[in-house]
């Protein structure tokens, strides 16, 4: 196995894939129908490739090889303790979102509400950071919002998957730069507003051919600087959340200071400040709704 392997790995080194030893590993798990750890352990005891495995890593391979991700062609994401179902048409989750979900939890924790945590995830995707905070928080309800319809329905199959304990979820078809202003029986009540928007700038294509040619454009473009759809979105939060709320946004490394400009011109959201991701790059920006305010 550890020649089959290590040919897979130059192949897709030779196509300039990042991390080629791990997708070798996964895609050859993949055609098992095997888990990482039980294809480690095979190889160890230096068990062979069964002839018609080897012939389905071989097309797996190829499909890599043209760039196609990692997650579309095995049709799962791994996010926090989530296996996502994720494919064309949905963004496939980054690991550096994860710690908006991590952030969000710490902040309920601090806000020790006597009732039950209410809140919004706009842009919600496959339901990566809505469903990581339902099954992850012992009581909460959250609404995702997302526009696209293929996403939606990524989401709305991850849902039927996942065991909600006693937190409720509503995924909702809906555009994030007016959902407050569609839905004001909305206003004030969310104690959370959670956001990975789009906020690529449109003349940044991106590098990677996964995510140039498979994230889908929706999921990455979010106007001239990056920033123009997310500061629709920060203007809808405000609405969301009740006086004391916090809002949470992911960004890229260089959009710290502009975000925190952008959340200074809200009438209500102030404490602006911006964190960094697990490599040091800064990656979210958070801020709290004042109380007193009339919007
Ligand atoms: C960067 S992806 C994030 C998805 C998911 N929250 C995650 O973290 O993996 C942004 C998502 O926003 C959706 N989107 C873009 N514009 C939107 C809008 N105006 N209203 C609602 N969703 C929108 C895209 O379709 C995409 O699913």
């Known amino acids: 196995m550890s020649t089959v392997l290590l040919g897979a790995t130059r192949l897709l080194a030779e196509a300039h894939v990042p991390n080629p030893d791990l997708d070798s590993a996964a895609l050859l798990a993949h055609a098992w129908g095997i888990e990482a750890s039980d294809l480690a352990r095979r190889r160890l005891f230096g068990e062979s490739v069964p002839a018609g495995v080897t012939e389905i890593f071989v097309e797996l391979l190829d499909l890599r090889r043209q760039r ?104 909702i078809s809906g555009d ?20 990975n928007p789009p906020y690529v700038p449109d003349e940044a294509v991106p590098r990677d051919p996964e995510v140039r040619e498979h994230d889908p454009a929706a999921a990455l473009y979010g106007g001239f600087t990056g920033l123009e759809i997310p500061a629709l979105i920060m ?33 209500s959201l102030r404490q602006a400040a911006t964190y960094p991701d697990y490599t040091g790059r800064d990656r979210y920006t958070v801020a709290h709704r004042v109380t007193e305010v009339d919007l």
């Open 68 to 171: 196609v991700p990692l997650q579309h062609i095995t049709g799962v994401a791994a996010f926090r303790h989530l296996e996502l179902k994720v494919g064309p048409g949905v963004f496939v989750p980054r690991p550096e979102t994860e710690l908006l979900v991590t952030e969000v939890l710490d902040e309920l924790e601090r806000q020790r509400n006597a009732h039950e945590p209410f809140v919004v995830d706009l842009c919600s995707g496959s339901g990566a950071i809505t469903l990581s905070l339902a099954t992850e928080h012992p009581k909460l309800s959250i609404v995702g919002v997302e526009r696209e319809t293929e996403a939606l329905n990524w989401s709305l199959k991850n849902l039927t998957a996942v065991n909600l304990g006693d937190s409720t979820v509503e995924l």
């Open 235 to 267: 203007r809808q939060a405000e609405k969301l959340l009740r006086p004391g709320g916090f809002f949470i946004m992911e960004h890229s490394e260089e959009q710290g200071p502009h975000a925190c400009e952008l959340i200074m011109k809200t009438a």
């Open 176 to 195: 994030a730069t007016t959902f407050a202003d569609d839905r004001p029986d909305l206003w004030g009540l969310a104690d959370v507003v959670v956001t």
